[in-house]
């Protein structure tokens, strides 16, 4: 199985994405890992864009098209995909059919982790994390019971995120929408688009994609 993976940062896609790898032995292809790992791998591929990059330029649609190609290819018929971050453009989308169809794959479903987008910002916005193990907690959702002390370390120093701000989330939040605008209507076309709720509780998000891809 095949599928394109939506949501705005934030959705809960990387959560997603993630459980889809454990519970189906799927592969989770993001664009921006496989450029890392072919350039650090030293791959044809790799070495080229490794070039472009260092050029300080954007690598072309047909790079990044052989990149796939070859995570494909290495990954064996039976082992199925999940597409994080391309395609964004309608001309991608019908590079993508080429490259699917010439291995004999197709695409199954596209599934858009819907969101509420002030709902997102205070999702997002509220997040902090213990400054010593990691340990994540929310203004509103997730305090501490002691205030000030991390449950799990005892540590007394928090931080955030930089960009979790309000201005960065709604900008992410637009770039989201422009790229993702172009390639809806086509996979809506064909019937293979299904909205989820990205604000509903972890588990029912896995449950409701569950759903879809049994279907």
Do not use: W
Not at 22 to 32: A, K, N, P, V, Y
Not at 130 to 152: I, L, M, N, R, W
Not at 166 to 174: K, N, P, S
């Amino acid at each position: 199985m095949n599928i394109i993976l939506l949501g705005p940062p934030g959705a809960g896609k990387g959560t997603q994405a993630q459980r889809l790898v454990e519970r189906h032995g799927m592969r989770q292809l993001s664009t921006g890992d496989m450029l890392r790992a072919a350039v650090k791998a030293g791959t044809p591929t790799g070495l080229e864009a490794k070039a472009v990059m260092e050029r300080g330029e954007l690598v072309s649609d047909a790079l990044v098209s052989a990149l796939i190609g070859d995570e494909l290819d290495a990954m064996g018929e039976q082992t199925g995909a999940i597409f994080d971050g391309y395609p964004r453009t309608a001309a991608q989308a019908e590079t993508l059919d080429g490259i699917l169809n010439a291995r004999g794959r197709k695409l199954d479903h596209v599934i858009e982790l819907s969101v509420d987008e002030e709902a997102l910002v205070e999702r997002i916005t509220g997040r902090f994390t213990c400054a010593s193990c990691g340990k994540g907690y929310h203004d509103t959702f997730e305090q501490p019971k002691v205030p000030g002390t991390c449950d799990k370390c005892g540590g007394t120093e928090f931080k955030r995120r930089p960009d979790d701000n309000a201005e960065t989330v709604r900008t992410r939040l637009a770039e989201y929408r422009a790229k993702t605008a172009p390639i809806l209507p086509i996979y809506e076309a064909r019937g293979i688009v299904s909205k989820v709720d990205g604000m509903s509780p972890m588990d029912e998000v896995t449950a409701a994609i569950e759903t879809i891809l049994k279907a």
